[in-house]
């Protein structure tokens, strides 16, 4: 019987394997065998190769999940699967109600009977959210800055200074399980498998990732200026922000965003740019 650590080299701004180290102070009793994740020949076929009693670890953020259930059949996974969070986020374990440093958990139960968000014709799984507006903006330029320097991301700052100045928010037409809504000056539209993305923000606070009806949640941030936006932005990282009127919350089975114009848009933290619309789907 094998212990396999899955790593991320990249995670954690470039520290992914050292990071991924720390298992072995919560793993003492176990030999582990550490792999980088990407540099696997088959990926998909490692999975299958297991031998009865091996253990997988899974080390990295949320991007690092995001790579795993897109590149392996995670519904015909026949051995558990492990995650010790090594990323920056790491909005998947926070919303399992961890802490960083908590022993590794078993996730397998997570990586099934996801959703599937269709963009530019291309269909991907995800495991936290899809983020439009000024969520996918800030992934944009957090890429940007992290082409620059090697100085860690403050998305917070980012968003802020977005809202001030640089970003523009759009209207929006909404789709959800057939029933169309529309919205002017949308700040943010994100469709929700767990609570938390962006670093934090609690942005359905009462989505369930295992919800029985395996539903998902948009919210909308909408029709205030920048200040009253600004003022309100913080209270989404408690959650006390869908109290708020310009916020609106819709669950669903198959939820279309749709802007008058194209921006960024991130899933689970990867950003796509030039972006119109977008389609959810259990």
Avoid at 78 to 101: E, R, V
Avoid at 175 to 195: H, I, Q, Y
Avoid at 231 to 257: C, D, L, N, Q, T
């Amino acid at each position: 019987m094998k212990t396999y650590v899955l790593y991320n080299a990249q995670s954690n701004n470039g520290q992914g394997k050292q990071a991924a180290k720390r298992l072995e102070t919560v793993w003492k009793d176990r030999a582990l065998t550490y792999m980088e994740a990407r540099q696997l020949d088959d990926y998909a076929g490692f999975f299958t190769k297991l031998a009865p009693g091996d253990t997988v670890c899974v080390c990295g953020g949320d991007g690092t999940l995001n790579y795993l259930v897109n590149h392996v059949d995670c519904d015909r996974l026949t051995h558990k699967i492990y995650y010790f969070p090594t990323g920056s986020g790491n909005d998947f374990w926070t919303d399992l109600g961890k802490k960083p440093g908590d022993a590794p958990e078993d996730i397998t139960k997570y990586l099934k009977n996801l959703p599937t968000v269709t963009v530019k014709g291309k269909k991907s799984k995800f495991i936290n959210g899809v983020g439009f507006g000024i969520d996918g903006y800030c992934c944009e330029e957090g890429d940007r800055l992290r082409g620059v320097s090697d100085k860690p991301i403050n998305y917070t700052s980012i968003a802020i200074k977005g809202l001030l100045f640089r970003y523009k928010p759009t209207n929006a037409e909404i789709e959800v399980d057939g029933k169309r809504f529309s919205f002017k000056k949308a700040w943010l539209a994100p469709t929700m498998k767990g609570r938390y993305y962006g670093g934090g923000m609690m942005a359905t606070p009462h989505q369930d990732r295992l919800d029985p009806e395996r539903k998902v949640t948009c919210m909308v941030m909408n029709g205030a200026g920048k200040l009253r936006t600004l003022i309100a932005f913080p209270s989404i990282f408690k959650g006390e922000h869908v109290k708020k009127s310009m916020v609106h919350v819709m669950k669903g089975s198959r939820i279309k965003v749709r802007f008058d114009r194209p921006v960024a848009l991130q899933i689970d933290g990867e950003t796509v740019l030039g972006v119109s619309e977008y389609t959810v789907k259990i």
